[in-house]
C-alpha cells in the first residue's frame, strides 16, 4: 500500500513544535505517512501573495490528504483557512486535528467531512488519516 501524501497545514507562529514533532514520526520507516508544509510569512492579500499560493496549490495537489493542525490561533490563520477552501477545491481528503479539545476550528473545516484527532498523539493522527 503506497504512503499516504499529506499536507500539513498549522499556524506556523504558535504550534510549529508539533509540526516538528511529526517531523520525528515521519522519519520512521515504519509509519505509513510522509508530509510537505509550509509557513507562508506574508500577508495573504500581499502582492507576494500570488507565487506563494501557486507553489501552495502544487503542493496540496500532490497530496492526498490536508491535516490541519488546529491549536488555540488557527481558526484566526487566513493562509490555514485557504489552504482548506484550496484542498477541498482540490477534493483532497480532510483531517483535523484538534492540539486542545477547546480549540476552535477554522470555519473552512467544519461541515466539510473531515475526520478529526481530537488529541494530537501518533495513533489518534493515524486513525483520523485512515477514516478520512
Not at 517531523?23 to 506574508?42: G, I, Q, Y
Not at 490536508?66 to 483557512?81: H, I
Not at 486535528?97 to 466539510?112: F, R, T, Y
Amino acid at each position: 500500500m503506497a504512503k499516504k501524501k499529506v499536507f500539513v497545514s498549522l499556524d506556523y507562529e504558535n504550534d510549529a513544535k508539533y509540526r516538528n514533532m511529526m517531523r520525528a514520526w515521519v522519519a520512521n520507516p515504519d509509519f505509513d505517512f510522509e508530509f510537505s508544509e509550509t509557513s507562508p510569512k506574508v500577508a495573504i492579500d500581499s502582492t507576494d501573495a500570488a507565487a506563494i499560493k501557486r507553489s501552495l496549490s502544487r503542493m496540496i495537489g500532490d497530496a492526498t490528504h490536508l491535516l490541519c493542525l488546529v491549536g488555540k490561533q488557527t481558526s484566526k490563520c487566513s493562509w490555514v483557512c485557504w489552504e482548506i477552501d484550496k484542498a477541498k477545491e482540490l477534493n483532497k481528503k480532510l483531517v483535523g486535528v484538534k492540539l486542545d479539545a477547546g480549540n476552535i476550528s477554522p470555519a473552512p473545516l467544519l461541515n466539510a467531512g473531515a475526520a478529526w484527532a481530537m488529541s494530537f498523539t501518533r495513533d489518534a493522527i493515524l486513525n483520523a488519516l485512515k477514516e478520512a
